[in-house]
Every structure is written in structure tokens, then in C-alpha cells.
């Protein structure tokens, strides 16, 4: 596919962002925004009115009172009645009362209900004066008024209340009146409380409503900022609830993939209402995670972590450097894959991916994760860790996981002929159900052909020479590889969909009696793990002679007609109660290396009537999450593998393992003699057949340089 040209992705770029203009998210916010500003508005107008005083009607009581004093004051002179005059002088003196209130000819004033005094702070009235002119005389009660300074200069009445020394400007008021009635009013100091030919002037002092109205004043602040704040933090609560917490999950889930890429992604909260977009931003994130899970598998998770933890740069380098790790390696691979491949055209991805269901989920399940897909052949690994994690379990294990390749002088300088004794080495396979139990015993002898034998074996580097056999728990781990493609052979002989494929037309012009039959391959070792490839791709994966020669087993098992081919490596990581369902085949050297290398299998029997799997997937992973070790008892309480194993009898087993012992030790008559007869015990078996036909090449003599071993020349 060619790359996407600048103008190409500012086209999409242009159309995506036509596509909408806005967000839900945006809008989400805007609108519950726009409803709380629109509440906080209204209250504030509501409150507003009620805070600031206005509907107290502030002030205007004390200006109906002066109104009404210069009404009394220019009737009062206009009658020329002293006894209005008089009637004044009480009225005004009696002003300094806390309810104002005024009595005798005046009843019928609006008095009582403008100067309410009750719901609104004390006003007092500290001075009264009139302008009367001189011509006014003034009767005595007029100057002797009672809690009063009555002073009478230049026309002007006055009655003094109290001293107007220490008050703030804002606490005295001044009400002027003029003869027209026009009344203005301000605080000491103000221009405003300047009027036209005043005739009545009254000061009020306001201390108390200054106060009330300070109060008030402050408690209008704390409210609208009660409501800012409110406001504030509602728009903080939608912000969170609808981006910052949705980001919080999506930094969540990069932190929890940097730190561990395998794990599973915990369930977040699922609230599709609120979150919109970034819903689905945290669901692309996890999935793309998740693609990089399966993409990149186990052989990636250095890359990943790596990756997303650096900040120091934007740019993306996936090419980072391998490093060494140590784990059990599967190859697998289907036969006849090329035909198949011819005829089903098309289908062939649908063919393949039925089998990578059933191979996959069965591997997975018993601890090993898939690394490669070739289309006919997948590379599965089960990861111990690289040496600083070796280096931890052998410290808390108290073991020595590293083990220097000790070799004998001998040995190194001169080639020796391996031996087979009957005590000691590897146990005889299994003996199947219903058949007499014998004791165990074997064929090899602690001084069989081993990686030392060889001058070349001896030149091989001390780190090669792992000894991952005192690693605790990795003889559970290699049983539950051995186990996994076991059961993957299990789900291959009773899925129907792989049993599909059988009466599948296109396939039986192939072979009338087509049948999907797959080879495995198992072995131990250390293999640079990392990417390979370029910035236009990158596969993460391994690279070693140990993966070379996990492939090159699953060949040979071709070669030798069985299903699974395992190293001595390998088997020597199993259990007992494993080991003893395995028999050695041959001692052999693979291409591209010289060291003796003997290989086991497992006898299995495709058939395709097994019966099918009845249990849950979730009663399978419990059975695999429980398993402690290919014990006895598991073997036989596993009625599916005992149904799959080989029945070969105990008799085969004794001929054929004798066979093998002569042959590897240069007794080639006798192991013709042997093998012959446990090809009559049971027919058909190949791996007898392939020793008999290499000796065969040699008249069943060994030749003068037998080693005990022969070269394998496929790959």
C-alpha cells in the first residue's frame, strides 16, 4: 500500500473536521453551563432588591417627616396662629421620639403608615430648625421645649437634640425643604444637601442604619460570591465529569500499558451519557493498546513500555536494542500447506485462522503466548525473563540458574563412543491404561553423548550453557508447554469446524481423505529478544539458534512420522510423572550446530472420532490455572490426554528403547533385531522404520566413526 500524500491527509483532515463542528461534549458542557449562569442570574436579581435595601424605601420616611413639619411650619405662619406656632414647636421637639409620631390637628397625615419604624433601623433626629423670618414672634413653649436647645437667632428655630461632634459624614443625614414643598436630601459635606430658600431643615442621624446597611452590604458581597464560587465549582464539577476524569482514565490506561503491556485493561466506568467523544477516545485507546498487545505480543512489551514512557522526545523509534532472554520455544507448522493453499485460494485466510483458534486459545491457556503468524506456521514462546529476572528467581530460590559448561580433558580432546546402560537416565514411557504397570527403567547412561562430547560442543560460550533446570518452577512451566500442544491437538481432532474442512470439496482433490494434521516442535534455550524490521514495519520477535532449532525439530518430526518432537533440553525441564509418558527417538546433530542433541516425543493418535470437548472455556483456564505439575495422578485423571496418548504396549516400549540403545552404541544387528520387533508389536511406526532404514545404508554395520549420533540434513 503506498503512503498517504500530504494533500490526501489534509483533505481527510478538512472533511472530518466538516463533518462536525461541534462536540457533545462541548455542547454538554455549554448547555448545563448556561443553565447555571441563567439560575445565578435570576437569583441575583431577586436578591439584589432585597440586599441593597431598595425595597425598604430608605430615606424616605425621614423625607415625609420634614415634608410634614414644613406643611405645619408654612400653615403655621400663614395663619399667624400662635397656637399653630405652638402646635409646631411640640410637633418638632417631640420629632427626636423613635416613631415620629405626631398627634392633634395633623391625624389626618399619612403619619402611621410611612413612619413604620418597627422593620427598618432607628432614625434620630439630632437638629430641627425653621426659617420663620423675624417678623415671627415665637410663643414660650417654642423656647422652653423639653429635652431640647432651643435656640431663636436671625429668624431661625432651632431645636438641638443631641451633638452632631463625631459623626461621619455617611451617618448624618440632612432633609431640606423649601416653601414649594420640594424637599432635597443629603449627607453632611454634600452639595446636594444645598436647597432654594430652605423654610425646614432636619438632621437625622444614621448611625445605626449605617451600620445595618454595612451589614447588608457585606452580606450582598458573600452572596454573589456564595454564587460565584457555586458557580465555579459547578462548572468544575461538569469539567471534571465530563473531560478531565474521561482524561484521567485515558492517562490511566497508557500508564497501566507502559507498565505492564500484557495485562488485560481493567473495566472503566462506563457512562456513555457524560462522556461522548472522550468515550469513545478511551475506547479507541484501549483497543489500540490492545492491537499493540496482539501485534506485538510478549516479544513487544519492552518496546511498548519503553515508548510510551519516554517524554523526552515525540518522535517514534521502535528500533531499540534486543537483549537476551531465556524461554521454552514452540514451533508449529501444517502440513500439506501449499496444496491447500492452491485450491482454497481466498479461503485460505478462513482455513488458517480456524486453526490459529483452536492452537492459540490452548497455548495461551496453558501459559505461552504466540509470537509469529507465518500463515502455515506460528512461534509460540513461554518467556522465563531475561538474566537480571533469572538472576532474581535464583536468589530467592537459593539455586545457581547460571551454570558454566564444565568439560572433562578428555572429553574435549577426543571423541568417545556413547554407551546406554540399563540403570539410571530417562524412565520408559508410560504404560497405557489397562496394561500391567512394570518398574521403571532406562536406557541412557550418565555417560551418554552430551553437549561436552565435542570439541565443537566444548568451544560453545559459557552463557549458552545455561542450566535453566535449577530454575524453581520451570519444570511446571515445560510440562504446561507440552501440555498445550497436546490439547491444541485435542481441539484440532474434535472442532467441527476443523473437521469441516475435511469433507470440504476443493480439499479432497488434495486427498480423498483429507485430514488437518499439524507438526510441533519444542525446545529450551536464550534468544535476542526485539524488533526487527524499519520504520515502515517492525516485527517484534526472537532471534537465536535455539528458535532455529525449535523449527528445524517440528521438520524433522516429519522425517520421523511423529506429531511432536521435542530436545533433550526440553526434557530434561519435565516432571517425572511427564518424562515418563515420553521416549527417545535418536541422537542426533541438527544443521548449523554440532552438538548431540537427543530427541523424545510424545506418541499421540489423531482420530477423528474423538469426542468432543463438553467442558466450559471457563472449566478449561481454571484447569489450567490450577495445574502444579505433570504429576501421575493429573495424567490420569486427564481422560482427554489419556484418550489421545498412544496405547503402544509395554512389550513395544522394552524393544523399541533396547533397539535404540544398541544402535546409538554401535550394536547395530541387535538393534535391527529389536527394532524389527517392536515394529511387530506395533505396525506402522515410524520412527522404528526411519533407524532401520539409516542403518540399512550401512548394511546395520556402524561405521568405524560412529559417535553414537548421525546428522540430520533437512532444515
Known amino acids: 500500500m503506498g503512503a498517504i500524500s500530504d494533500s490526501m491527509l489534509e483533505a481527510l483532515l478538512l472533511r472530518t473536521a466538516g463533518a462536525s463542528s461541534t462536540t457533545k461534549v462541548g455542547d454538554r458542557l455549554l448547555e448545563r453551563t448556561s443553565k447555571t449562569t441563567i439560575v445565578g442570574v435570576f437569583l441575583l436579581l431577586l436578591l439584589i432588591p432585597v440586599l441593597d435595601g431598595s425595597l425598604l424605601q430608605v ?140 423654610t425646614t431643615e432636619v438632621h437625622f442621624v444614621q448611625r445605626e442604619h449605617v451600620r445595618t446597611e454595612a451589614l447588608v452590604g457585606i452580606g450582598f458581597t458573600c452572596f454573589v460570591m456564595a454564587l460565584l464560587i457555586g458557580a465555579t465549582l459547578e462548572f468544575a464539577r461538569l469539567s471534571d465529569r465530563l473531560v478531565l476524569a474521561p482524561l484521567r482514565r485515558l492517562v490511566g490506561i497508557v500508564n497501566n500499558v507502559a507498565a505492564d503491556p500484557l495485562a488485560e485493561p481493567a473495566d472503566g466506568d462506563d457512562d456513555a451519557e457524560d462522556e461522548y467523544e472522550l468515550r469513545r477516545i478511551r475506547i479507541a485507546v484501549g483497543k489500540i493498546t490492545g492491537l499493540l498487545r496482539v501485534g506485538l505480543g510478549v516479544a513487544g512489551t519492552d518496546i511498548i513500555s519503553k515508548i510510551l514512557l519516554d517524554e523526552s522526545s515525540e518522535a517514534l523509534n521502535p528500533l531499540l536494542p534486543g537483549k537476551r532472554v531465556y524461554g521454552i520455544f514452540g514451533f508449529t507448522d501444517i502440513h500439506a500447506f501449499d496444496e491447500v493453499t492452491g485450491v482454497l485460494e481466498a479461503d485460505i485466510m478462513n482455513f488458517v485462522n480456524s486453526i490459529a483458534l483452536v492452537i492459540h486459545a490452548n497455548c495461551c491457556r496453558w501459559r505461552g503466548q504466540c509470537n509469529k503468524n507465518l500463515g502455515n506456521s506460528f512461534l509460540f514462546v513461554w518467556r522465563v525473563g531475561d538474566a537480571s529476572e533469572l538472576e532474581n528467581l535464583r536468589a530467592s530460590t537459593d539455586l545457581q540458574a547460571f551454570r558454566p559448561a564444565t568439560f572433562s580433558p578428555s572429553a574435549s580432546k577426543t571423541r568417545t563412543r556413547s554407551s546406554f546402560s540399563s540403570t539410571g537416565g530417562s524412565p520408559r514411557p508410560f504404560a497405557p491404561r489397562g496394561s500391567m504397570s512394570m518398574p521403571v527403567s532406562s536406557f541412557f547412561a550418565d555417560g551418554g553423548v552430551s553437549p561436552a562430547a565435542t570439541p565443537k560442543a566444548a568451544e560453545t560460550s559459557a552463557e549458552d550453557a545455561v542450566d535453566l533446570s535449577r530454575v524453581s518452577g520451570l519444570d511446571v512451566l515445560a510440562d504446561a508447554a507440552l501440555i498445550g500442544f497436546l490439547k491444541s491437538i485435542i481441539g484440532l481432532c474434535s472442532s467441527d469446524a476443523i473437521a469441516a474442512w475435511g469433507s470440504d470439496e476443493r480439499l479432497c482433490r488434495v486427498d480423498k481423505a483429507f485430514k488437518v494434521r499439524m507438526g510441533f516442535g519444542l525446545h529450551v534455550g536464550w534468544a535476542i529478544e526485539g524488533a526487527v524490521g524499519s520504520l515502515h514495519k517492525i516485527d517484534a520477535t526472537y532471534l537465536s539458534p535455539h528458535v532455529n532449532l525449535t523449527a528445524r525439530l517440528e521438520t524433522a518430526s516429519k522425517q520421523y512420522g511423529t506429531s511432536i518432537l521435542f530436545s533433550e533440553d526440553f526434557y530434561k525441564l519435565l516432571t517425572s510423572g511427564t518424562r515418563s509418558r515420553a521416549r527417545c527417538l535418536d541422537c542426533v546433530t541438527v544443521k548449523g550446530s554440532a552438538v548431540p542433541m537427543r530427541i523424545y516425543t510424545v506418541d499421540v493418535a489423531w482420530r477423528s472420532d474423538f469426542p468432543p470437548e463438553l467442558r466450559s472455556a471457563q472449566e478449561l483456564n481454571l484447569e489450567a490455572s490450577a495445574f502444579k505439575g505433570g504429576k501421575q495422578s493429573f495424567w490420569e485423571k486427564s481422560l482427554d490426554l489419556d484418550t489421545l496418548l498412544s496405547g503402544r504396549s509395554l512389550s513395544f516400549y522394552d524393544a523399541f528403547n533396547e533397539g535404540i540403545k544398541q544402535y546409538v552404541n554401535g550394536n547395530w544387528e541387535r538393534a535391527k533385531t529389536f527394532l524389527e520387533q517392536s515394529l511387530g508389536l506395533h505396525k506402522g511406526d515410524r520412527p522404528s522404520e526411519v533407524i532401520l532404514d539409516f542403518m540399512r545404508t550401512s548394511d546395520f554395520r556402524a561405521p568405524a566413526d560412529w559417535e553414537g549420533c548421525r546428522a540430520l540434513t533437512s532444515k
Open 59 to 198: 430615606n424616605q420616611v425621614e423625607v415625609v417627616a420634614t415634608r410634614t413639619l414644613q406643611v405645619l411650619q408654612r400653615d403655621a405662619i400663614d395663619a399667624q396662629n400662635p397656637y399653630d406656632l405652638e402646635h409646631l414647636c411640640r410637633y418638632a421637639a417631640a420629632g427626636h421620639e423613635s416613631t415620629l409620631s405626631f398627634s392633634g390637628d395633623v391625624r389626618d397625615l399619612p403619619y402611621s403608615s410611612v413612619l413604620d419604624w418597627v422593620s427598618r433601623p432607628r432614625t434620630e433626629v439630632s437638629q430641627v430648625r425653621f426659617r420663620l423670618g423675624d417678623a415671627v414672634v415665637l410663643p414660650d413653649p417654642c423656647l422652653t421645649a423639653a429635652d431640647a436647645e432651643v435656640t431663636s437667632e436671625g429668624g431661625i428655630l432651632a431645636f438641638r437634640f443631641r451633638s452632631e461632634s463625631g459623626l461621619r459624614a455617611r451617618e448624618l443625614l440632612r432633609i431640606l425643604c423649601d416653601d414649594q414643598l420640594k424637599c432635597v436630601s443629603g449627607y453632611a459635606g454634600d452639595a446636594g444637601g444645598d436647597a432654594q430658600s430652605p
